[in-house]
């Protein structure tokens, strides 16, 4: 059950009263609202053109929702069925972008969620692009690279009806890696004859930017880097928790060390390993990209590391800084006050809505930093603009010119966090800052363009 928060305009609580009746078995969904529609309290108390265009209610309802069959052959001969997904939440200031995520936890809710925060996302980076999520309930784990094309291609049978590099530009997200782009790609120049950056996060030989597998990873860190300096601090000498082993956590843990900080711990759904040394991020490569394998065997590399089973312990390890890097909702609100007891001053998420709302309630009455995703993680989805602009340029820019505008975006971001939430009274709260600067460019997009 959600917790009711502390909105008090009329025209805010009606547009989430009316939401919470419609969409009542969506609860990542009302969740990853009302977080946003909290933080716009002083945004339309100011402005009256938003309630008077409707553009809370229009922007909380997706442009458009596309639920499919997806039937495959498994490597025994018998058909599956899974259920596909792609929302087109808003596109006021460009083609819907955003990820694919094939995960068994997949439903429309959480797309839903995904897209919903896509938005504010997107618009932050500065970036032409509007807000959009798929995937599937697929889970592509201990399937072979068969039965994973196959289905890849049943899903993009489908999905090409409604994208184009002009219309709809998905990505990567969890359990869609370079092998997943690859044969969604393959899939989709097929049927359309054509090659074009209808995708992002491909692979070098067929269009992909140098840098877009590190960028949410890298791009976590330069924003926190940003955020950590302007409060005086930086990741130097600090002990750091990363969770997941995926994309973003294994990028994570690279850029870390690179400035200076030491990863101690590290998860993957079944359990965490804790090095006191230090986990070096190429081993977790080896394990997760080449071998995928569980973050387990780990222990045959390090003998001395130490395993626990269960994934939600690794927020009782000890350390400065956390960097939740897994899935929505892992840090509660009793995780997050383990880590203020063991002394951690910031939590900044590299996973969409890894932390529940009571959660960021301890972060905020414990004073500590706090960076939230849709300005953190943001680095992924800006360097697939840049895939984007890289492809409708036929050039490819070299990796230290795409990390350069990377962490300028990175630092951007913060900037703009942080102006927005001084200039409504909130200074130092990047939360509020976020989704208010998110908000507002596409808000104005959507106000000149009419109903
Ligand atoms: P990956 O699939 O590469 O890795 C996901 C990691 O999180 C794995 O270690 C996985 O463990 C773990 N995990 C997934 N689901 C759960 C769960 N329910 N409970 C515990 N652990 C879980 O995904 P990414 O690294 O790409 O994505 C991680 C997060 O970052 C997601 O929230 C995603 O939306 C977000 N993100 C990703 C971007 C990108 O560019 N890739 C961009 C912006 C945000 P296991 O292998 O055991 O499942």
């Given at each position: 059950?959600?917790?009711?928060?502390?909105?008090?305009?009329?025209?805010?609580?009606?547009?989430?009263?009316?939401?919470?009746?419609?969409?009542?078995?969506?609860?990542?969904?009302?969740?990853?609202?009302?977080?946003?529609?909290?933080?716009?309290?002083?945004?339309?108390?100011?402005?009256?053109?938003?309630?008077?265009?409707?553009?809370?209610?229009?922007?909380?309802?997706?442009?458009?929702?596309?639920?499919?069959?997806?039937?495959?052959?498994?490597?025994?001969?018998?058909?599956?069925?899974?259920?596909?997904?792609?929302?087109?939440?808003?596109?006021?200031?460009?083609?819907?972008?955003?990820?694919?995520r094939?995960h068994?936890t997949?439903?429309?809710?959480?797309?839903?969620?995904?897209?919903?925060?896509?938005?504010?996302?997107?618009?932050?980076?500065?970036?032409?692009?509007?807000?959009?999520?798929?995937?599937?309930?697929?889970?592509?784990?201990?399937?072979?690279?068969?039965?994973?094309?196959?289905?890849?291609?049943?899903?993009?049978?489908?999905?090409?009806?409604?994208?184009?590099?002009?219309?709809?530009?998905?990505?990567?997200d969890i359990g869609?890696?370079?092998?997943?782009?690859?044969?969604?790609?393959?899939?989709?120049?097929?049927?359309?004859?054509?090659?074009?950056?209808?995708?992002?996060?491909?692979?070098?030989?067929?269009?992909?930017?140098?840098?877009?597998?590190?960028?949410t990873g890298?791009?976590l860190?330069?924003?926190?880097?940003?955020?950590?300096?302007?409060?005086?601090?930086?990741?130097?000498?600090?002990?750091?928790v990363v969770s997941g082993s995926g994309n973003v956590a294994i990028?994570a843990n690279?850029?870390?060390?690179?400035?200076?900080?030491?990863?101690?711990a590290m998860s993957d759904s079944n359990g965490y390993?804790?090095?006191?040394?230090?986990?070096?991020?190429?081993?977790?490569?080896?394990?997760k990209?080449?071998?995928?394998?569980?973050i387990?065997?780990?222990?045959?590399?390090?003998?001395?590391?130490?395993?626990?089973?269960g994934c939600s312990g690794i927020w009782?390890?000890?350390?400065?800084?956390a960097l939740p890097c897994a899935t929505q909702n892992e840090i509660?609100?009793?995780s997050?006050?383990?880590?203020?007891?063991?002394?951690?001053?910031?939590?900044?998420e590299g996973a969409n809505m890894p932390s529940?709302?009571?959660?960021?309630?301890?972060?905020?009455?414990?004073?500590?930093?706090?960076?939230?995703a849709?300005?953190?993680n943001?680095?992924?989805?800006?360097?697939?603009?840049?895939?984007?602009?890289?492809?409708?340029?036929?050039?490819?820019?070299?990796?230290?010119?795409?990390?350069?505008?990377?962490?300028?975006?990175?630092?951007?971001?913060?900037?703009?966090?942080?102006?927005?939430?001084?200039?409504?009274?909130?200074?130092?709260?990047?939360?509020?800052?976020?989704?208010?600067?998110?908000?507002?460019?596409?808000?104005?997009?959507?106000?000149?363009?009419?109903?």
């Open positions: 059950m959600l917790k009711t928060m502390s909105i008090k305009n009329a025209y805010l609580l009606s547009v989430l009263d009316g939401l919470k009746k419609k969409s009542a078995h969506e609860p990542e969904f009302l969740q990853a609202v009302e977080e946003v529609l909290e933080s716009l309290e002083p945004v339309v108390e100011a402005d009256p053109r938003y309630e008077r265009q409707n553009i809370i209610g229009r922007i909380v309802e997706p442009e458009r929702v596309v639920m499919f069959r997806v039937p495959w052959v498994d490597d025994s001969g018998k058909v599956q069925v899974n259920r596909g997904y792609r929302v087109q939440f808003n596109s006021a200031i460009g083609p819907y972008k955003g990820g694919l094939f068994p997949v439903n429309l809710s959480v797309i839903k969620f995904l897209g919903f925060e896509q938005i504010f996302k997107n618009s932050l980076t500065t970036l032409p692009m509007g807000g959009g999520k798929g995937g599937s309930d697929f889970d592509p784990k201990g399937k072979s690279d068969g039965e994973v094309m196959r289905f890849c291609q049943s899903f993009m049978t489908e999905l090409q009806r409604h994208i184009g590099p002009d219309t709809d530009v998905p990505a990567g869609v890696g370079a092998r997943e782009i690859g044969f969604l790609f393959g899939q989709y120049k097929k049927i359309r004859d054509e090659f074009t950056g209808v995708l992002t996060g491909k692979g070098l030989s067929y269009g992909g930017s140098l840098a877009r597998t590190e960028a890298f791009g860190c330069y924003f926190a880097d940003a955020q950590l300096r302007d409060n005086g601090q930086s990741f130097q000498g600090k002990r750091v990028y690279q850029k870390c060390a690179q400035l200076g900080g030491k990863v101690v390993i804790v090095d006191e040394n230090g986990i070096d991020y190429q081993v977790i490569k080896e394990i990209e080449v071998k995928r394998a569980r387990k065997t780990y222990l045959d590399y390090v003998p001395s590391a130490k395993y626990v089973e009782t390890v000890p350390c400065d800084i509660d609100e009793a997050a006050k383990a880590l203020i007891a063991n002394g951690c001053m910031g939590v900044f529940t709302p009571g959660a960021i309630a301890a972060y905020q009455a414990a004073g500590i930093l706090f960076a939230p849709k300005a953190s943001a680095g992924g989805v800006a360097t697939s603009g840049l895939e984007m602009s890289q492809n409708s340029e036929r050039l490819s820019w070299t990796f230290e010119e795409v990390d350069a505008k990377l962490k300028g975006i990175m630092e951007g971001i913060y900037a703009a966090c942080a102006a927005a939430a001084e200039k409504y009274g909130m200074k130092g709260n990047i939360q509020a800052g976020a989704n208010i600067a998110g908000f507002l460019k596409v808000a104005d997009a959507m106000l000149w363009q009419g109903i």
